[in-house]
């Protein structure tokens, strides 16, 4: 089944202490990007990869960080979270920017204190 | 810059009825994407319909269609035959260039979307 799987879904932690959240898609897509959902504003993208080793600055980049060594994985890295991280994270992927259909992962809830 | 505007924050709908989604955008480019996605209370985003800016029919998917009016920039959601699993949040995209952030998705605030029995 094609998807895009997130971990964990659910995470409580306290300022400062650095997290990972794990991406992975096994469509072999290209591009793969973060975004984050907060209420009233809707999704902004964090930071987006068009292939391996390649990334980039979305909209919010900052307090994030990404890699992309493999094709399928692009974690989303917090060195040191803030409360005004709390939010809902999203992965995505597609076969290319231009495809029209985008994936998009389960969702990880992110609650900093 | 590049901007989409949902101006329903919630709507109600009586079970069978048609529903249309606001959704207004602001660009300067030429081509662009358009979409609707839809988000349970679940929290996963489902994607629903697509519309090209060069596409010359609205875009249907079953009981969804884009009501596209590229003169006056809108791109409306119509939900025919409403079901009470249509309960959800709305958010209307734009698909920027690829030269602007590797053509990310500019999402609305979205829409609420209630059914009633």
């Known amino acids: 089944e094609a998807q895009v799987t997130q971990n964990p879904r659910y995470l409580i932690t306290v300022t400062g202490k650095k997290l990972t959240v794990t991406c992975s898609q096994n469509m072999n897509h290209e591009y793969m990007s973060w975004y984050r959902q907060d209420p009233g504003l809707g999704l902004r993208q964090i930071y987006y990869s068009m292939n391996v080793e390649v990334t980039d600055k979305g909209d919010v980049p900052e307090g994030y960080k990404v890699s992309r060594k493999e094709k399928r994985n692009f974690p989303l890295i917090l060195e040191s979270p803030s409360p005004n991280q709390t939010s809902l994270y999203f992965c995505?992927?597609?076969?290319?920017?231009?495809?029209?259909?985008?994936?998009f992962g389960p969702g990880t809830r992110l609650t900093v204190t | 810059a590049q901007k989409i505007t949902q101006t329903q924050p919630g709507m109600f709908v009586q079970e069978k009825e048609a529903v249309t989604l606001d959704c207004t955008y602001d660009?300067?480019?030429?081509?662009?994407?358009l979409f609707w996605y839809k988000q349970p209370s679940s929290g996963e985003m489902i994607f629903l319909i697509y519309q090209g800016s060069y596409d010359e029919q609205n875009a249907t998917e079953g009981r969804y269609s884009l009501n596209f009016q590229k003169a006056r920039k809108s791109a409306n959601l119509v939900i025919s035959a409403s079901q009470l699993g249509d309960s959800a949040m709305y958010f209307c995209a734009m698909r920027s260039p690829l030269y602007n952030q590797g053509g990310k998705l500019i999402f609305g605030q979205g829409t609420e979307l209630s059914v009633k029995p």
């Open positions: 995505a992927s597609s076969r290319d920017p231009r495809a029209y259909e985008q994936y």
């Open positions: 660009t300067s480019d030429q081509s662009y994407g």
